[in-house]
């Protein structure tokens, strides 16, 4: 199932959470949301981007587009795009690096933590992973994490991982 249609770039004023966004029609949003939230977004057929259909209560459905997506297609608050969003059928829903692909191959017991997380936790902690562009960066925040999972025994708390990630610089 692909949808396409006209959207534009529009900004949340008084959402502190959310802010930069393209708006779902209602008839779109309902027929994804039969098979899924997460979601492949390709603006003007140029740039593809995993996110997640959104709702804001009573201003229907959106999904976020960040400031570097935004840099990276050439556009700006206001303006018209194209719009192609299709299920991601991918199985965390974005890219793993590398490096935790390997150490869930390698290492049972954190592989067994991570994936007792829940999936919204699974994706932010290998969407911070990810950020790191240098693969040693990746790794060596990938090590702390992993110490960290295992002596907590899998009870993640965001502000102490960060915590330990600042720690380590």
């Known amino acids: 199932m692909e949808f396409k249609f006209e959207s534009s770039v529009e900004k949340f004023e008084k959402n502190q959470v959310w802010s930069y966004h393209f708006s779902i029609p209602d008839a779109i949003a309902k ?4 098979e899924g939230k997460r979601l492949i977004c390709t603006i003007n057929k140029t740039l593809s981007y995993q996110t997640g259909l959104l709702s804001a209560g009573d201003l229907g459905y959106f999904v976020n587009v960040n400031t570097n997506l935004r840099k990276e297609a050439g556009i700006l608050l206001h303006d018209k795009v194209t719009l192609q969003l299709k299920i991601d059928k991918s199985k965390y829903g974005l890219p793993i690096p590398r490096v935790f692909k390997e150490l869930l191959k390698q290492d049972p017991d954190f592989d067994r933590i991570f994936h007792n997380l829940t999936s919204g936790k699974q994706r932010a902690l290998l969407h911070k992973i990810g950020s790191y562009k240098n693969e040693n960066t990746q790794l ?15 009870k993640l708390d965001f502000k102490e991982l960060y915590t330990a990630f600042k720690k380590s610089k």
């Open 31 to 34: 027929k994804l949301l039969k």
């Open 140 to 154: 060596e925040k990938l090590m702390i994490l992993r110490f960290y999972l295992i002596q907590v025994k899998g």
